[in-house]
C-alpha cells in the first residue's frame, strides 16, 4: 500500500471516559466531556474549535456506541469538521483508542501527524499551546512521540508529572524523557515543582500514525493485531466506523503512557505555559471559575451567605441555601444534591462505586436524558404515573415505538407536533393534546423550526424505560422482530 504524508495535522480526540468524579452532574451515560462544566459548551465542543486553522485537518473522534448522536450533534453546533466517528465496541483504554485511529487512517492509504487530545481538558491560553504544537511538529514528522508537559502552578497531587532530561541546553524547548511519575504526595509534589523539571502530564501526543503502530508493534503486539483486525473486518455508516466487535476486545485494557511511553526510547517533551486543566474534580472546577468577593463561585440559584473559598453550584430547580460553609463543595441537581470539604471532593469516586452496587440510577442516568432526538426529564412520579418534561429539537422525530403496560397523554406547551397514533397522523399546536392506549403504536416528530416542548403523563403498571419496542428508527435503534418489551 502506498502511503501520502499529510502537511497538515489530524486531530484526534478521545472521547471516552465516564468522568465519576464530576457526580452528579456528570453521569455514565452522559459524561463531563458532553456538559458544559467551565462555560456556555461542552468540553467537547471547546476541544473542538480550538483545533481549527489551515493546519488542522478535519478531526477524527473515538468514542463508544451510546454517545455517537450526542457527539456528532455538538460537533455540528460547534462548526467543527469531523471526518470520521470511529466506535469502540468496549472501552479499552488510550492506548486502543489511539491505535484505532491510527489503524484507520493507515488503511486510507495515509501516514498523518496525529494530534491526540482528550476530549474534557481545559486549555486557557490556545496560543501558547499552538505555539508548542508548531516546536514539537518537527520532531514528529521525523519519528518521535512528542508529548506536552504543563508548567506546574501547584504541587497537584491528582496529576500524574514527566520529568524532562534538560542536560542539553540546547535543546530549543523539546527535550528527552528522563521518567514518567504516578500521582505523588503532597511532599513529592512539592519537591517536583521545586525542581523546575518536572511538569504535569497533559495525557496530550504528536505523532506520525506510523510512529504509534511501530510503537505498538514492539510494545503491544497482540494488540496491535487484534486492533489491526477490527478494522479490516468493519462497518461504515455516514460518519461512523465500526470495527468488528470480536477482535477489538481481545485488545489490553491499558493507558498509552504505560503501554508505550514508559518503554519507548522515542519520546520527549515539549514543556508549556497553556493554564492546563483536566477538570478532573470539582476543585478544578472552583478553581477555573470566576470568583466572587468571598472567593466562592456560585451557579444557578444560589444564595450564599457567611460562606467563602466554596463551589456552590446548582443545576436543579430548587433554591440552595448556604450558610457558614468555609472551603466546601456544593453540588445540586434534581435527583441527587453532593456536598464535601473541597480537599476531599476527589473521593467521590468512592461514593459513587458505593452508589452503583447499590444499583442506583442517579449514577447511570442524568436527570435530564440526552436522547438523540432531543431530552427528556422527569418532574413528578408516584404510584402508577410519571410526568416528563420533553423538548423534541427542530427536524427531529422519536420512533415508531409501542408500549406493553402504559398510556401517554401528550400536551404540547410550545411549537408545533406531529403526532402519529396508530394510522392518524395529526398536527397539535400549543395547548392541545392527545391520548395514546397502551398497545397503541406512536410516533411524536418536530416538523418546525423552533424547540418543541410538551408534557408527558405516563399511566400504568410499569413505567420502565425499557417497557418500549421501537419498530422505525432513523438513529439504527429499531428492535428486531417479534421483540417484546
Known amino acids: 500500500?502506498?502511503?501520502?504524508?499529510?502537511?497538515?495535522?489530524?486531530?484526534?480526540?478521545?472521547?471516552?471516559?465516564?468522568?465519576?468524579?464530576?457526580?452528579?452532574?456528570?453521569?455514565?451515560?452522559?459524561?463531563?466531556?458532553?456538559?458544559?462544566?467551565?462555560?456556555?459548551?461542552?468540553?467537547?465542543?471547546q476541544t473542538s474549535?480550538?483545533?481549527?486553522?489551515?493546519?488542522?485537518?478535519?478531526?477524527?473522534?473515538?468514542?463508544?456506541?451510546?454517545?455517537?448522536?450526542?457527539?456528532?450533534?455538538?460537533?455540528?453546533?460547534?462548526?467543527?469538521?469531523?471526518?470520521?466517528?470511529?466506535?469502540?465496541?468496549?472501552?479499552?483504554?488510550?492506548?486502543?483508542?489511539?491505535?484505532?485511529?491510527?489503524?484507520?487512517?493507515?488503511?486510507?492509504?495515509?501516514?498523518?501527524?496525529?494530534?491526540?487530545?482528550?476530549?474534557d481538558h481545559v486549555i486557557g491560553d490556545g496560543e501558547a499551546f499552538m505555539s508548542a504544537i508548531q516546536t514539537g511538529l518537527a520532531h514528529a514528522e521525523n519519528g518521535e512521540i512528542v508529548t506536552f508537559g504543563a508548567h506546574p502552578t501547584e504541587p497537584n497531587t491528582q496529576y500524574g508529572y514527566i520529568e524532562a532530561d534538560d542536560s542539553d541546553p540546547s535543546a530549543g524547548g523539546v527535550f528527552p524523557i528522563a521518567r514518567f511519575v504516578e500521582k505523588p504526595n503532597a511532599e513529592k509534589a512539592a519537591e517536583y515543582v521545586a525542581t523546575g523539571r518536572f511538569f504535569w502530564n497533559s495525557g496530550i501526543f504528536l505523532l506520525k500514525a506510523s510512529t504509534l503502530l511501530d510503537e505498538m508493534r514492539q510494545f503491544l503486539p497482540t494488540s496491535l493485531e487484534a486492533i489491526s483486525r477490527s478494522v479490516a473486518e468493519a462497518t461504515t455508516d455516514d460518519l461512523f466506523f465500526r470495527p468488528e466487535a470480536t477482535s477489538f476486545v481481545q485488545a489490553?485494557?491499558?493507558?498509552?503512557?504505560?503501554?508505550?511511553?514508559?518503554?519507548?526510547?522515542?519520546?520527549?517533551?515539549?514543556?508549556?505555559?497553556?493554564?492546563?486543566?483536566?477538570?478532573?474534580?470539582?476543585?478544578?472546577?472552583?478553581?477555573?471559575?470566576?470568583?466572587?468577593?468571598?472567593?466562592?463561585?456560585?451557579?444557578?440559584?444560589?444564595?450564599?451567605?457567611?460562606?467563602?473559598?466554596?463551589?456552590?453550584?446548582?443545576?436543579?430547580?430548587?433554591?440552595?441555601?448556604?450558610?457558614?460553609?468555609?472551603k466546601m463543595a456544593v453540588v445540586a441537581v434534581r435527583d441527587a444534591v453532593f456536598v464535601a470539604p473541597m480537599d476531599r471532593v476527589a473521593e467521590v469516586r468512592d461514593l459513587v462505586d458505593s452508589l452503583r452496587s447499590e444499583d442506583r440510577q442517579c449514577v447511570v442516568m442524568p436527570a435530564k436524558v440526552a436522547r438523540p432526538w432531543g431530552t427528556y426529564e422527569t418532574v413528578a412520579?408516584?404510584?402508577?404515573?410519571?410526568?416528563?418534561?420533553?423538548?423534541?429539537?427542530?427536524?427531529?422525530?422519536?420512533?415508531?415505538?409501542?408500549?406493553?403496560?402504559?398510556?401517554?397523554?401528550?400536551?404540547?406547551?410550545?411549537?408545533?407536533?406531529?403526532?402519529?397514533?396508530?394510522?392518524?397522523?395529526?398536527?397539535?399546536?400549543?395547548?392541545?393534546?392527545?391520548?395514546?392506549?397502551?398497545?397503541?403504536?406512536?410516533?411524536?416528530?418536530?416538523?418546525?423550526?423552533?424547540?418543541?416542548?410538551?408534557?408527558?403523563?405516563?399511566?400504568?403498571?410499569?413505567?420502565?424505560?425499557?417497557d418500549i419496542v421501537r419498530f422505525d428508527d432513523q438513529y439504527g435503534r429499531a428492535d428486531p422482530p417479534g421483540k417484546k418489551a
Open 1 to 45: 500500500m502506498s502511503l501520502r504524508v499529510s502537511a497538515n495535522i489530524r486531530p484526534v480526540i478521545l472521547c471516552g471516559g465516564a468522568g465519576t468524579r464530576l457526580w452528579p452532574v456528570s453521569r455514565q451515560t452522559f459524561p463531563k466531556q458532553l456538559l458544559p462544566v467551565t462555560g456556555d459548551h461542552s468540553l467537547l465542543q
Open 49 to 119: 474549535t480550538r483545533l481549527t486553522g489551515k493546519q488542522f485537518s478535519p478531526a477524527i473522534l473515538v468514542s463508544g456506541e451510546d454517545q455517537r448522536f450526542f457527539i456528532k450533534r455538538q460537533l455540528q453546533l460547534a462548526g467543527a469538521a469531523v471526518e470520521a466517528i470511529l466506535l469502540e465496541p468496549s472501552a479499552r483504554n488510550t492506548a486502543a483508542a489511539a491505535t484505532l485511529a491510527a489503524a484507520w487512517v493507515r488503511s486510507n492509504g495515509r501516514d498523518e501527524v496525529l494530534l491526540l487530545m482528550p476530549s
Open 252 to 326: 489490553e485494557n491499558i493507558s498509552i503512557d504505560h503501554g508505550i511511553m514508559e518503554h519507548t526510547t522515542r519520546g520527549v517533551i515539549v514543556p508549556v505555559q497553556m493554564n492546563w486543566s483536566d477538570v478532573g474534580s470539582w476543585d478544578a472546577v472552583w478553581k477555573l471559575g470566576k470568583k466572587d468577593n468571598s472567593n466562592n463561585v456560585t451557579q444557578g440559584d444560589v444564595v450564599a451567605l457567611d460562606t467563602k473559598d466554596s463551589l456552590v453550584r446548582n443545576d436543579g430547580k430548587a433554591l440552595v441555601a448556604t450558610l457558614g460553609l468555609e
Open 381 to 466: 412520579d408516584g404510584p402508577r404515573f410519571q410526568v416528563k418534561h420533553i423538548v423534541v429539537d427542530p427536524g427531529e422525530r422519536l420512533s415508531l415505538q409501542m408500549h406493553y403496560h402504559r398510556s401517554e397523554h401528550w400536551v404540547v406547551v410550545h411549537g408545533s407536533a406531529e403526532v402519529t397514533v396508530g394510522d392518524k397522523v395529526t398536527i397539535l399546536q400549543e395547548n392541545e393534546s392527545t391520548y395514546i392506549p397502551a398497545g397503541t403504536q406512536h410516533r411524536l416528530a418536530n416538523p418546525g423550526k423552533v424547540p418543541l416542548e410538551l408534557v408527558e403523563i405516563q399511566c400504568g403498571t410499569y413505567l420502565g424505560e425499557d
